[in-house]
């Protein structure tokens, strides 16, 4: 049975007929994720379901096990890999429905709520009780905390607080063939067993369903303050990233933007930036007043010999929007961009920086890269025309020689955005044969039918 009449029948049977689409319409948004408008990837769902628990995930789950129907979890649709992208039909599961906060409990620095939970709730709800949610990935008011906990999301303050991974105690989730289990729990600490839930963290939903997460949080630091340091070339920048975690500051963000695209977004930069400048360095330093001053202090005092001009930010509301809107202006340059997220030990960066350029410019293509300097984890950006077919063979080369190159500087393929459809391929680069098959034992005991998002995250 795959999709038409049948399907929906038995569909409908497990949840309301409103909260079951059957058939989907080819343009469907449920159809494809943020991999849909740069790399033109759509797929073809035979239903998508909207649960309201996880009783109702579980009883999907145990119809596609039955009929053999691939199942797609689906959170905000924000991922950039091609993870949530029904590319082999199926039954599109898609949590928007299930975002209550199951427990907000301040005084102990916790939470626990439903996987569909926007990021940007999470944060704003920690922010209220006057906590802390550290984990920052772009898209927070479209991502969703089972999206970010399924594909271990990051952002600018994962350098010094860590990828989402380091703020789950617990996952809720349902496994194939329709079990609901929970690992973890309110438990800051917990060795007795494998880790489960760690290895579901990062899954992007090849293992199973994650359906509620217990969260830690800490108390807000009272302060932030910014330091933008511009230098005149890769390599002066580059060297600068060392000198910062050389000089002892933990900075709470470390970001870098490259010459190319800093000319493309100097213009929007709050404040005047040097004509000379081939690189900008955004650092930003948080805890008491006092401590915080004097971070910065010492960051200055770091950078002054190298860099054509410091700038300090009090305020550092429009300088992150300054940074989030390096993406989209470089998008804009020529319509469109093949952007990943590689990381190297960040003593590796300079070698991975100029080796990607010179790789683009082999291809006749215009680059740019900017990112997570602390984490060496880069946004190796190619510019072009999505419609130019050309420009994205040429991509696919360059891209496929970035993914060489990290791999040999001791990196690995994605820092952040996960491999989903678009780079699976790419992980033999980086696992040899044995760890390789490993990985699929893994799944296999998770998910001996294959229905979990097949296809994804393993060639
Ligand atoms: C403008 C922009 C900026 C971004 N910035 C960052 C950034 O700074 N850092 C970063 O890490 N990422 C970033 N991303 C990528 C993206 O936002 C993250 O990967 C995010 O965690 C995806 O969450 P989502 O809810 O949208 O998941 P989706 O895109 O819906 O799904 C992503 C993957 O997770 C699986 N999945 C989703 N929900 C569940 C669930 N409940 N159970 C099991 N599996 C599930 C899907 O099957 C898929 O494989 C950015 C994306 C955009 C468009």
Known sequence: MRGGAALRRELTKLLDAERVLCPVPPDSPYNADAAGPWRGLRGAADAVVMPDGAEEVAAVMALCVKQGLPLVPRGGGSGVSGGACPVSGGVVCSMERMKAVLELEPGLWRMRAQAGLSTADVRRLAQESGLLFPPDPGAAEQSQIGGNVATDAGGPHAFKYGSTRHWVTGVEAVLPPGEIVRFGGACRKDVAAYDLRGLLIGSEGTLGVVTAVDLRLIPRPPTALGLVAFLPDLERGCEAVLGVLGCGVVCSALELIDGAALAEVASAYPGAVPRQAGFALLAEVDGGEEETRSARAELESALFAEALQLDRHDELEALWRWREGVSGAVAAVRGGKVSEDVVVPPERLLELLSGFAAGAAENGLQCCAFGHAGDGNIHATVM??????????????????????????????????????????????????AVLDLQRRVKAAFDPTGVMNPGKKIP
């Open 384 to 433: 072009l025309d999505p419609r130019d077919a050309a420009s994205m063979a040429a991509a696919e080369a360059s891209t496929q020689a970035l993914f060489e190159l990290a791999s040999a500087l001791g990196g690995s393929i994605s820092g952040e955005h996960g491999l989903g459809w678009v780079k699976r391929e790419a992980l033999a680069l980086q696992c040899p044969p």
